[in-house]
């Protein structure tokens, strides 16, 4: 079955730059999107198709997919931002989630 | 939009359960629906998927032969029928909005509810 790898964790400073990664094989061939949890709610949508941010999400979030590799990156990346990310594609008739990254903002 | 789940509980091994997904805050049958799972302190995992108007539906892996969703357009309502429950189904379950009528290809969970917890456990 297909999978999606991402990094158990991720750290940055404030107001730096965090990269989230997510793999799988000739991911750039599908659409990608991305999910925030924080702890004890519900997913959010984030970026949907490699790229697209909903209304409501800062600009400080986006993503980008190709080849192999699909990446979330937060500018300036702010305390409120710590909380459990997720990528998910579309398999053929399956939905599959990355194993998640945890963001630690310290 | 909202997204209202129902019917989770503490249930035994082997017996069944209905889960529903009361929506509202838009028009229900423009959208497929999904259902999605995390077992405590774990990831996310699809379930299933629901176009439209029922006529497409995906199971995630080894899920089909037990769990059946399900939806009444005229209620505003997203079902999920699991059968022979295991102590590995224990988990929240979330119902889903996709942003588009089909599912596959470019969906996308635009909308979550808060979720519903159900405990397999005898």
């Known amino acids: 079955s297909y999978e999606l790898t991402q990094p158990p964790s991720v750290s940055v400073s404030p107001g730096q730059t965090a990269i989230i990664t997510c793999s799988g094989d000739?991911?750039?061939?599908?659409?990608v999107c991305w999910y925030q949890q924080k702890a004890g709610q519900a997913p959010v949508g984030i970026i949907y198709?490699?790229?697209v941010r909903p209304s409501g999400v800062p600009e400080r979030f986006s993503g980008s997919n190709s080849g192999n590799t699909a990446t979330l990156t937060i500018s300036g990346t702010q305390p409120m931002d710590e909380a459990e990310y997720y990528c998910?594609?579309?398999?053929?008739?399956?939905?599959?989630f990355g194993g998640g990254t945890k963001l630690t903002v310290l | 939009v909202q997204l209202v789940e129902s019917g989770g509980g503490l249930v035994q091994p082997g017996r069944s359960l209905r889960l529903s997904c009361a929506a509202s805050?838009?028009?229900?049958?423009?959208?497929?629906m999904h259902w999605v799972r995390q077992a405590p302190g774990k990831g996310l995992e699809w379930v299933s998927g629901?176009?439209?108007?029922?006529?497409?539906?995906y199971y995630g892996d080894s899920l089909k032969d037990r769990f059946t969703i399900s939806r009444d357009n005229a209620k505003n309502s997203l079902y999920l029928q699991m059968n022979s429950l295991r102590t590995e189904d224990t988990a929240f379950y979330y119902c889903?909005?996709?942003?588009?009528?089909?599912?596959?290809?470019?969906?996308?969970?635009?909308?979550w509810g808060q979720g519903t917890l159900v405990t397999v456990s005898s």
């Open positions: 805050g838009f028009t229900f049958d423009d959208f497929a």
């Open positions: 889903a909005r996709d942003i588009h009528g089909g599912v596959g290809g470019s969906g996308y969970f635009a909308s």
């Open positions: 000739r991911l750039g061939g599908t659409y």
């Open positions: 198709q490699d790229t």
């Open positions: 629901i176009s439209w108007n029922g006529g497409t539906i």
């Open positions: 998910q594609a579309w398999d053929s008739t399956k939905v599959v």
